[in-house]
């Protein structure tokens, strides 16, 4: 059973920076495109960046481009996400996911395992 661990989230003054981790067991890490996903209250289940099984192609939501960075360690099974400059908007549940698809997955559907979430608090 593959599982998903994040962690790392917290209360962040706006302008200041978080590193969430999520570590993955269970599967195959190197076979998995790594996701990150948030949901804000209220609001849908959003992409926020992936990076591919072998961490040389990332993908990023516009509203993160220039001041998140996903990362993977393939022989620590871990996924990262580096968020710089955080803004209040950013304010929500993170979440990792591992997807099986061959290539690029940007959509919720398009991944097959998630953690249980790491809360992210940005105040102004």
């Known amino acids: 059973q593959v599982q998903l661990v994040e962690s790392g989230g917290g209360l962040v003054q706006a302008g200041g920076s978080l590193r969430l981790s999520c570590a993955v067991s269970g599967g195959t890490f190197g076979l998995y495109i790594m996701g990150w996903f948030r949901q804000a209250p209220g609001k849908e289940r959003q992409f926020v960046a992936s990076?591919?099984?072998?961490?040389?192609?990332?993908y990023y939501t516009n509203s993160v481009k220039g001041r998140f960075t996903i990362s993977r360690d393939n022989a620590k099974n871990t996924v990262f996400l580096q968020m710089n400059s955080l803004k209040p908007e950013d304010t929500a549940v993170y979440y990792c996911a591992a997807s099986i698809r061959p290539l690029a997955a940007v959509g919720l559907n398009e991944y097959n395992y998630w953690g249980q979430g790491t809360q992210v608090t940005v105040s102004s």
């Open positions: 990076v591919n099984k072998g961490g040389d192609y990332r």
